[in-house]
């Protein structure tokens, strides 16, 4: 059994392609291709893939969902963040979607964000015309002096000279804590962390070995 989990991560990691699945679906799926372990082990399996950073676990009562965390194709580079914001707000409630990323793109890059870029991160222009005129909105256009500036610097995908760009127009404390959950799952998807979790509070994978 020494070769077993290395295979059965490969082979969970492919049910999980694009998809969001139950311990209870994952163990049902794995069967379904020679993977006949209990759903204890199974529980205790991916709570260490969890744990390793090599999944991403979120609670939905009565069930935990697991789902892949985007591998870096190259190891010396980041997954670019218009992706990695993407993947990470799947779990956020979809009003508060919109919101989460304008906060974390302008904290994290100093400036407002463009239609453009929320159109890459799967924002269409209704969700943008809600999110504005919501009663509860949180987020505003912005007019700050150095847009046309900023359209210029930016390389990485081409902004349309006129596009708008949006902010931050005021903080809540569930925008602060959604936006905070999903910056810990962009830092543990794009760093190491084996090796650094306590022991009392993680499962080893030589435990399934």
């Not at 059994?1 to 490969?10: C, K």
């Amino acid at each position: 059994m020494n070769t077993m989990p290395d295979t059965l991560y490969l082979k969970i990691n492919e049910i999980l392609e694009g998809e969001q699945l139950s311990i209870s679906a994952i163990t049902r799926n794995l069967k379904g291709v020679g993977f006949d372990e209990h759903r204890l082990v199974m529980t205790g399996y991916l709570r260490a893939l969890k744990d390793m950073g090599k999944l991403n676990e979120v609670d939905i009562p009565p069930s935990k969902v697991y789902s892949k965390i985007p591998e870096v194709e190259n190891a010396d580079h980041f997954l670019d963040l218009y992706s990695a914001i993407s993947k990470s707000i799947v779990y956020v409630d979809k009003r508060m979607r919109l919101p989460v990323v304008v906060y974390i793109f302008t904290r994290v890059l100093e400036r407002p964000v463009f239609k453009a870029e929320l159109a890459k991160m799967n924002f269409n222009p209704g969700n943008i015309n809600d999110a504005l005129h919501s009663s509860e909105s949180l987020i505003a256009e912005s007019s700050n002096e150095n847009l046309r500036e900023y359209i210029t610097g930016i390389s990485k995908i081409k902004i349309p000279s006129m596009d708008s760009a949006y902010e931050i127009s005021r903080e809540s404390t569930e925008l602060i804590s959604y936006s905070n959950d999903v910056l810990i799952k962009l830092l543990k998807s794009s760093v190491d962390v084996s090796g650094m979790v306590p022991k009392t509070k993680s499962t080893s994978l030589d435990d399934f070995s």
